[in-house]
């Protein structure tokens, strides 16, 4: 079992930044590929970053490449989301997610944990 706690949600004008923070806990974190995803009010739950375990790249959605930078951290267990430029679309729930396979990361139905979720709110 992994357990991920979300944090470093808020209110933020548009053009400004939030950092979000996953902790993880339980089994190897470090075996584990990481994602954020959002649902904003009346949608689907989307993609927004991943970046697997092994050393790589990262993976950005098309709506947020060059405002977001995703990070992880092995020895603290823990992947950061660094959101820049943030935009009113941007609002959203923002769930961290644990991927143990080797499918789709941006495919929801791969991973295998998930936290409860953070709110981030852009403002005009």
């Known amino acids: 079992q992994v357990q991920l706690v979300e944090s470093g949600g808020g209110l933020v004008q548009a053009g400004g930044s939030l950092r979000l923070s996953c902790a993880a806990s339980?089994?190897?974190?470090?075996?584990?590929?990481m994602a954020w995803f959002r649902q904003a009010p009346g949608k689907e739950r989307e993609f927004v970053t991943a970046k697997r375990w092994t050393v790589g790249s990262a993976y950005y959605a098309d709506s947020v490449k060059g405002r977001f930078t995703i990070s992880r951290d092995n020895a603290k267990n823990t992947v950061d989301l660094q959101m820049n430029s943030l935009k009113p679309e941007d609002t959203a729930v923002y769930y961290c997610?644990?991927?143990?396979?080797?499918?789709?990361?941006?495919?929801?139905?791969?991973?295998?944990?998930w936290g409860q979720g953070t709110q981030v709110t852009v403002s005009l």
């Open positions: 339980g089994r190897t974190f470090n075996r584990y590929h």
């Open positions: 997610a644990a991927d143990a396979g080797w499918g789709n990361l941006s495919d929801e139905n791969e991973y295998d944990y």
